[in-house]
């Protein structure tokens, strides 16, 4: 049996291929609207500007910043095979930019009154990895 196959038939764990670029910018301590404005396609990058964001109490930015990385993981997962469900697995390491713009755009739609897609985005969360609820909860 393969690492990652399901037996109940369900879809495959989509991973993601590494970035290491602005992984290796963000881990060296570079700004992350540093990283994020050499690598805009890093969902990493622009998940930690939503995170900044909304610790400094700007909810708003930090919902625009959160979509941004959201959409971009978006797009990332559907080159790697992804058909719109099942896992992305929070072990793997260049998932994490995606499910953490995920989260903190759902903690952000919270913020601002849009209950309905805090809910969304906490149930694709759980949907995508148990795990990641679990971690960024």
Same mark, same amino acid.
Request: net charge negative; aromatic share 6%.
């Given at each position: ?5 399901? /037996? /109940? ?11 290491? =670029? ?13 990283? &994020?404005?050499?690598?805009?396609? @890093?969902?990493? &990058?622009?998940?930690?500007? &939503?995170?900044?964001?909304?610790? &400094? ?18 797009? $990332?997962?559907?080159?790697?095979? !992804? ?6 697995? !929070?072990?793997?390491?260049?998932? $994490?930019?995606?499910?953490?713009? #995920?989260?903190? #755009?759902?903690?952000? =739609?919270? %913020?601002?009154?849009? @209950?309905?897609?805090? $809910?969304?985005? %906490? $149930?694709?969360?759980?949907? @995508?990895?148990?795990?990641?609820? *679990? *971690?960024?909860?």
């Amino acid at each position: 049996m393969m690492a990652g196959e399901n /037996l /109940l038939g369900g879809p495959p764990e989509t991973l993601l291929p590494d970035e290491p =670029a602005p992984r290796e910018a963000l881990e060296s301590g570079v700004d992350a609207a540093t990283v &994020a404005a050499s690598n805009p396609a @890093s969902s990493l &990058a622009w998940a930690l500007l &939503a995170d900044r964001a909304f610790e &400094a109490g700007d909810p708003v930015t930090s919902y625009a910043f959160a979509r941004t990385g959201y959409h971009r993981g978006l797009d $990332q997962l559907r080159r790697a095979g !992804w058909k719109g469900h099942g896992p992305i697995p !929070w072990e793997h390491q260049p998932n $994490q930019g995606f499910l953490r713009a #995920l989260h903190a #755009l759902g903690r952000a =739609a919270e %913020a601002i009154g849009e @209950s309905d897609e805090a $809910q969304r985005c %906490a $149930q694709f969360l759980r949907d @995508s990895s148990e795990t990641a609820a *679990e *971690e960024l909860s």
